[in-house]
């Protein structure tokens, strides 16, 4: 099975600065707008389970928030992914149905890990305000509220 965490958005490049608030991608001198494709119900974020063997779709998960990190499938057939609302959350691989879910203090944007350790297993996520998702979704969905204090961290959580 393949999980590929997908963002549906429209978008046009140009030199940074030539509309106002625009932001460039890390020192390349290029600025993105983002926009609703013309298509558009407004979920933005998609997390998609596909079976490789038969190229089909086997479940999506859709949600107002972009997607803002990698996706962690486990043996445990647990799926673990953020989003720019600040959600992490584990799902369910055959189902995509949501098991847990917890919001953090800031954006995720790294890809999660887990770990053994001493016998317990954990998923480890980074957050802070790095990523492109943090830097220009926001304009697509204002009422999702970005942390006014930023703070880079580490969460882990320990598996049962």
Do not use: C, H
């Not at 990698?70 to 098991?99: E, I, N, P, Q």
């Not at 879910?101 to 350790?117: E, G, H, Q």
């Amino acid at each position: 099975m393949l999980f590929a965490m997908l963002i549906a958005f429209a978008a046009t490049q140009s030199q940074a600065g030539q509309t106002p608030g625009q932001r460039a991608f890390l020192s390349t001198g290029v600025g993105v707008n983002v926009r609703p494709r013309p298509d558009s119900d407004g979920k933005y974020g998609r997390l998609q389970a596909i079976n490789l063997e038969t190229k089909k779709t086997v479940w999506t998960e859709r949600q107002r928030a972009p997607q803002s990190t990698g996706v962690l499938a486990t043996a445990g057939g647990v799926v673990f992914a953020g989003a720019l609302d600040r959600w992490f959350t584990a799902y369910d691989d055959a189902t995509g149905k949501t098991l847990w879910r917890t919001r953090l203090n800031d954006v995720p944007n790294s890809a999660p890990i887990t770990y053994m350790a001493n016998g317990k297993q954990y998923v480890a996520i980074v957050v802070g305000y790095g990523g492109p998702q943090a830097a220009s979704f926001p304009q697509l969905t204002p009422e999702i509220p970005l942390p006014v204090a930023r703070s880079s961290s580490i969460w882990v959580f320990e598996l049962n």
